[in-house]
């Protein structure tokens, strides 16, 4: 790889790891609510003096950890870095299945089936498609070994077929748009078309193609009817897609609309922050937001790690 392309995949991976953990401070001010009007979330951005992130970077970060220092996936490993980064800040807004799955593997039960005993048949959230980034990012010239460490990822808190299909279409989303250049524009059907080439499940197919009919939309309620803003993986992350491929030219208003239709917009906006970082690169990001954003050096630090294994790979 010539040295101009580096750096330019370098700036992506920057891109996706911060954009994501912006879209997810930024979206945690209006959890929970109804829509919102995109001027008022522009105005509090301006207004507030940090970007304090929750349990969805909190986890993204032990994702990239692990896999850095795993140079790839062990279960085993990540699920510890889970714990680990959990008990040092557990009042990052986690949920409440997490926490009792890490006791759970405190207590002996192995890493790839706690999650299967806490729930009968596996919880379908969007906890591991929301922190799943680093993995499409390491994996992104290899979408069948993402799509299995993706599923392996998932599994140590999320084992749902939904949950783990979530985490693989998410992570794709970020490896297609790490590979378009950034000065190249986004062929939206095309990309809609990979996407559904690589999910297998049908409910995560017949979103996809329900993206493609709202792209003109500008009813935002039917936007939410149609693709969802809620907790469960089939609606939020095709709802993610669908913010991006809206705008795909700017991080702002692809995160900005994440956010302005209410609900899980956190997780929401951190994921469509992770592809259009991952598309259009740190730069694209707007810089007043970036100095608010904490431990912003810490996780440039680990997009610089991810990019330097994913050049040089053990």
């Known amino acids: 790889m010539q040295d101009v392309q580096k750096e330019k995949l370098r700036l992506k991976f920057l891109g996706c790891l911060l954009g994501a953990a912006i879209g997810d401070a930024l ?12 001027e008022d979330i522009v105005f509090l951005a301006e207004r507030l003096e940090q970007l304090i992130y929750t349990d969805d970077t909190h986890m993204t970060i032990g994702v990239a950890e692990s896999l850095i220092e795993s140079k790839g996936f062990d279960g085993e490993h990540m699920a510890q870095t889970f714990i680990k980064n959990y008990d040092a800040e557990p009042w990052r807004g986690y ?24 729930y009968r048949g596996g919880s379908f959230g969007n906890g591991s498609a929301m922190r799943v980034a680093p993995v499409g990012l390491l994996y992104s010239r290899d979408l069948e070994k993402l799509r299995e460490i993706a599923y392996q990822s998932s599994s140590i808190t999320h084992s749902h077929e939904l949950a783990r299909e979530g985490a693989s279409l998410q992570a794709c989303a970020v490896a297609l748009a790490v590979n378009t250049p950034s000065d190249e524009d986004i062929d939206k059907e095309a990309f809609l078309s990979k996407l559904q080439n690589f999910i297998p499940n049908q409910l995560y197919q017949e979103k996809l193609a329900q993206i ?3 792209l003109g939309e500008q009813d935002k309620a039917k936007v939410i009817a149609v693709l969802g803003n809620g907790i469960e993986a089939p609606r939020s992350v095709p709802t993610a897609i669908y913010c991006f491929l809206r705008q795909p030219q700017s991080y702002k208003d692809a995160v900005i609309y994440a956010i302005s239709l209410g609900g899980d917009t956190d997780t929401i906006a951190a994921m469509a922050g992770a ?11 707007p810089p007043e ?5 904490e431990n912003k050096d810490y996780i440039e630090s680990l997009a610089q790690k991810l990019w330097q294994l994913a050049i040089c790979p053990a």
Not at 27 to 38: L, N, P, V
Not at 98 to 106: S, T
Not at 275 to 285: M, W
Not at 289 to 293: I, R, S, V
Request: no cysteine.
């Open 27 to 38: 979206g945690a001010r209006w959890e929970g609510r109804r829509m919102s009007r995109s």
């Open 212 to 214: 493609k009919e709202l």
């Open 275 to 285: 592809i259009s970082g991952a598309y259009l690169g740190i730069d694209a990001i």
């Open 289 to 293: 937001w970036l100095a608010k954003l």
């Open 95 to 118: 949920g409440p299945g997490p926490p009792r799955i890490f006791r759970m593997i405190k207590d002996g039960e192995a890493w790839y089936s706690a999650a299967n005993r806490l």
